[in-house]
């Protein structure tokens, strides 16, 4: 299950929803492909005023961050360097979509790579499920 955490100052986020939920869904389909959709899981973590902070000094105003968590495995794959490029297109794009291109260069997107050896699910480690 891709998981795809956006932060944002809550004052830019509050209103934006459900279009950077959509956004970011699209994202991981357009790399992944519409096999996709129903398992991405988004969480949108809105940054109240004053806790968002650079350099010592609260921000007024932050591009919004993603992370996106997966199977580590993908970043064996021999198309890895492929599959981490487009996924930073995707989510810069729909990040700058919903928020405006303004942000585009100061859009972080880090990629984490869970092991399953070291993930649970409903009580029991992924990687021994099914087995």
Known sequence: ????????????????????????????????????????????IGIPAGRWARGGAALSTAAPSVTFGMREEVFARPDAAGVVARLV????????????????????????GQPTSRSGLGGTVIADRGR
Not at 11 to 36: F, N, Q
Not at 89 to 106: K, L, Q, S, W
Request: proline share 4%; aromatic share 8%; glycine share 6%.
């Open 1 to 44: 299950m891709p998981h795809v955490t956006l932060y944002a100052l809550e004052s830019e986020l509050a209103g934006h929803e459900p279009a950077v939920i959509g956004a970011l869904t699209d994202a991981v389909v357009s790399v992944y492909g519409e096999w996709a959709r129903p398992s991405v899981d988004v969480r949108l």
């Open 89 to 112: 297109a995707a989510f810069t794009d729909a990040v700058t979509a919903v928020f405006g291109d303004d942000c585009r260069d100061d859009v972080l997107v880090e990629l984490v």
